[in-house]
């Protein structure tokens, strides 16, 4: 089993830089891929392998990952962006999540 | 612009198989492989399980023992069932599509398009 470690929550100011971090063994080997889910809707992708957008993602979201630590990224805080995110990779033949971050812009 | 529709029973009693379908509209089928993934009640998500389009599959190790996904390439369909339900299982249940593949010597797998849910409660 993979272990992914997400904080439960992270806040940010808006319009100011919120950063939500993934961890996990050596998961700068691994393609990571952020979700963001808002209250009683399903997931939205919103990083894909790493740092890459799916159309329609505004260029606010962005992502990292180095050595032991993948980062998402969320710039110019919007109240709309006040969400849950999930990182998720795969590894032995399973889709792993992190246990989720909850976003609050103040 | 792919849209997945999902549906089955919602109620089950304890030792009762949870069976849903998810319908793919839209898109290649073939291209892609479908997925399961659930949320209990105000917690995270959890991998049920993969199927692309020639049948292989791949599925949780914990769930392993009672899940099965088929798929209907005729009807662009295909289908959870999980068997010997317990209180635990009760959640939202998303049909997935999944793209993967290899990038930079390393596969990924990872979902692009969600299904809307479907509650299932797990209750005597």
């Known amino acids: 089993s993979y272990e992914l470690a997400q904080p439960l929550s992270v806040s940010v100011a808006l319009g100011q830089t919120a950063s939500i971090t993934c961890g996990g063994d050596n998961i700068g080997r691994k393609n990571v891929h952020w979700y963001q889910q808002k209250p009683g809707q399903a997931p939205v992708l919103v990083i894909y392998r790493d740092d890459n957008r799916p159309s329609g993602i505004p260029e606010r979201f962005s992502g990292s990952n180095s050595r032991n630590t993948a980062t998402l990224t969320v710039s110019r805080a919007q109240a709309g962006d006040e969400a849950d995110y999930y990182c998720q990779v795969w590894d032995s033949s399973t889709a792993f999540f992190g246990g989720g971050t909850k976003l609050t812009v103040l | 612009q792919v849209q997945l529709q999902q549906w089955g029973a919602g109620l089950l009693k304890p030792s009762e198989t949870l069976s849903l379908t998810c319908t793919v509209y839209?898109?290649?089928?073939?291209?892609?492989?479908w997925s399961w993934v659930r949320q209990p009640p105000g917690k995270g998500l959890e991998w049920i399980g993969e199927?692309?389009?020639?049948?292989?599959?791949e599925y949780n190790p914990s769930l392993r023992s009672r899940v099965t996904i088929s798929v209907d390439t005729s009807s662009n369909d295909f289908s959870l069932n999980l068997s010997s339900v317990t209180a635990a299982d009760t959640a939202v249940y998303y049909c997935?599509?999944?793209?993967?593949?290899?990038?930079?010597?390393?596969?990924?797998?990872?979902?692009?398009?969600w299904g809307k849910g479907t509650t299932v409660t797990v209750s005597s």
């Open positions: 199927i692309n389009h020639s049948g292989s599959t």
């Open positions: 839209g898109g290649s089928f073939g291209a892609y492989s």
């Open positions: 997935a599509r999944a793209s993967s593949g290899w990038h930079a010597s390393y596969y990924y797998y990872y979902i692009d398009v």
